[in-house]
């Protein structure tokens, strides 16, 4: 029942970390869960003392680690956002004079006397946010406060955070959006175990989040031996690979695509073909391709390999999967598999780079743009 | 505006930031006091409730035992009222000073401000409660026939002050060492009966004869302020003696307490 503890370990959640923010920067904090990334933000809001090391800064902070602090439910709106400002360190004089902006920002002005707990969590949350908005201090720090909230509520606090640091005040922000961390941010700071790994330009390190977030395990598809053995034809192993062979499940938007089958045939079968499809996150069909595996079929073997291409430079950037089928003319499916090796494509150059993070498509079409 | 963020070194009582966050004071009492008495129809009423039952009841239990026996200097009842007033401002500034870290913890984790604005802002809300329960005391007092000392001006604003002292200093350790030790939150309301006893509020202290226990009585904190304000509004003469006795105490405690509180403060956020 009782363990004694013989040794303590040291843990660091944050080690050998150093970095220079200049007036006006914005940056994105960037990392995976456990890199230290908050650990950094309550360290720079001095709720936790550094072991060693020491930060020296100019100006006035504001720390957002959670929208609503201090929110009691007990307390009217109006109570609550003169709570809620004078924790985050608002005089009650600026308070007063930005009551109306926030309000109106929060879109409570009917509720505003009433206690909050009658408030619905969307409600709760724009007033949070409305009064965060609305802070004066030089130097903003922000974690990850925007990863709730409906598309439209998001909408008006990333304008809101645009407006901010058009303003010239300096912002330091984590989060795993990137499509948002994109749009807001100028710089980037990239954290792993507690590591600053680099500290670049904002494309620079979302790129490179992007291209390490995913395991390889999901470019390659292999039947199990006992699902085979009853089929006349069936696929035996599918790999994504690139222009050199290697095993890759991230491409680059003007990288070719390859993918090599290994499909099993028990008997001979005339007019079979194979079809590709490729599928979005929703599962809607993107293209398909069809080829006749009778071409490829050699007397005596088993197995027959094929490979295909995809050409650079159409697919947009996103994440998709494959569906593959083997069937005949008649319509008889003789395998089919759904929602198979995971492929990434990533935005390293393209006509629609600016919109980064917005849903125009699936595929980049050269369109051509004449007078009328 | 320069600022520097590094590990703990030298000890400082804060005294400037405190300044600074100034309106979070009103903020944090005003909040209380609200949320204390929200959705209740007597309201800060309630305040006077406990005083004037207390009174009422031991009145009744010894009243005549006591008054009888003694000499007061006080109807029995202003004499226990009196100790009420006080007393309650350190038990319920205590139980909420010492809980309040703990009831803060979520702010506590998400934002910086000066720490001592928690306990401190706890005990505030115990003062608004006496302001209530003396203005009550007032027309009580003249109904039993006394009245305030000239002294009183003085003696009055110094025993409330006491109070805060000693309610300051117990409380701020508590909060401070609540966080690391909840066995405390338990531990409290015990302690807090117990102590009303140890305290001259009931009876006087020359109810016993027991060396010991009379010398418990000297070092309680609240003595002092007891026995003072009881001076204010009665002829009684002042045992110097136990009363520096006491205040050396309440300032001992007040010492320990905020220079506990601010050395272990940095880890709050981690332990809350």
């Known amino acids: ?372 | 505006m320069e600022f520097e963020i590094k590990p703990q070194s030298k000890f400082s009582l804060g005294l400037k930031e405190l300044w600074d966050y100034r309106e979070l004071f009103y903020f944090f009492t005003w909040r209380d006091v609200k949320v204390k008495y929200k959705q209740t129809v007597l309201g800060v009423l309630w305040a006077l409730f406990q005083p004037i039952l207390m009174t009422v009841l031991f009145t009744l239990g010894f009243g005549k035992l006591i008054s009888t026996n003694y000499n007061l200097e006080l109807p029995y009842p202003i004499f226990v009222l009196s100790g009420f007033l006080l007393w309650n401002i350190f038990s319920s500034g205590l139980s909420g000073a010492g809980n309040s870290m703990v009831n803060n913890a979520n702010i506590i984790k998400k934002i910086y401000f000066p720490r001592l604005i928690v306990p401190i802002s706890a005990i505030l809300v115990s003062l608004v409660d006496f302001l209530m329960a003396f203005i009550v005391f007032v027309p009580v007092l003249f109904y039993y026939g006394c009245s305030f000392n000239l002294s009183a001006i003085l003696l009055i604003p110094l025993s409330i002050l006491l109070t805060v002292m000693a309610t300051f200093g117990l409380g701020t350790f508590l909060a401070a060492v609540n966080i690391k030790y909840r066995d405390f939150r338990y531990i409290l309301p015990f302690f807090i009966q117990a102590l009303l006893f140890a305290t001259p509020v009931i009876y006087p202290i020359k109810i016993s004869d027991n060396k010991l226990f009379q010398t418990v009585l000297q070092l309680n904190p609240m003595n002092a302020p007891i026995e003072i304000f009881r001076s204010s509004i009665s002829q009684s003469t002042l045992n110097y003696e136990s009363i520096f006795i006491s205040i050396s105490v309440s300032v001992v405690m007040f010492i320990i307490g905020i220079v506990y509180f601010r050395k272990t403060e940095g880890y709050f956020a981690d332990l809350a």
Request: hydrophobic share 40%.
């Open chain 1, 1 to 372: 029942m009782f363990k004694s503890k013989n040794s303590k370990e040291d843990f660091w959640a944050l080690k050998e970390v150093s970095f220079d923010v200049m007036p006006g920067d914005t940056v994105g904090i960037i990392g995976k869960n456990g890199a230290g990334k908050s650990t950094l933000l309550k360290i720079l809001s001095k709720i936790t003392p550094p072991t060693s090391g020491k930060i020296i800064g100019r100006g006035r902070i504001a720390s957002l680690l959670e929208v609503g602090t201090g929110f009691h439910p007990e307390l009217s709106g109006r109570e609550n956002i003169f709570m809620n400002g004078s924790i985050l360190g608002m005089r009650k004089s600026e308070i007063l004079k930005n009551f109306d902006a926030i309000v109106d920002f929060a879109g409570v002005e009917k509720f505003i006397d009433t206690p909050l707990k009658h408030y619905s969590s969307g409600m709760q949350l724009r007033l949070a946010f409305a009064v965060a908005a609305f802070l004066e201090n030089e130097i903003l720090i922000i974690d990850e406060v925007l990863a709730v909230g409906d598309a439209e509520f998001q909408e008006k606090c990333i304008g809101k955070m645009g407006d901010i640091s058009q303003s010239g005040r300096t912002i330091l922000f984590v989060s795993h959006q990137i499509g948002v961390l994109n749009k807001l941010c100028k710089k980037a700071i990239i954290f792993e175990k507690g590591s600053m790994l680099l500290n670049t330009d904002i494309k620079a390190g979302t790129d490179y989040y992007l291209n390490n977030l995913s395991k390889l395990t999901d470019s390659i598809w292999e039947a199990n031996p006992l699902d085979i053995s009853g089929k006349e034809v069936s696929f035996r192993k599918i790999s994504l690979l690139g222009l050199n062979g290697e095993s890759k499940q991230s491409f680059g938007f003007n990288e070719d695509i390859f993918l090599e089958f290994e499909v099993n045939i028990l008997n001979f079968v005339p007019n079979i073909k194979l079809s590709v499809t490729l599928t979005d996150k929703f599962q809607a069909y993107v293209f398909t391709s069809v080829v006749n595996l009778d071409e490829y079929f050699r007397e005596g073997s088993e197995i027959i390999k094929l490979k295909m291409l995809i050409p650079k430079g159409i697919i947009a950037p996103n994440n998709y999967s494959f569906r593959y089928a083997i069937f005949n003319k008649l319509g008889k499916t003789f395998d089919l598999l759904e929602n198979e090796t995971k492929i990434k494509i990533i935005d390293t150059g393209s006509q629609m780079s600016e919109f980064e993070g917005i849903d125009y498509g699936s595929v980049i079409i050269n369109t051509q743009w004449l007078k009328g």
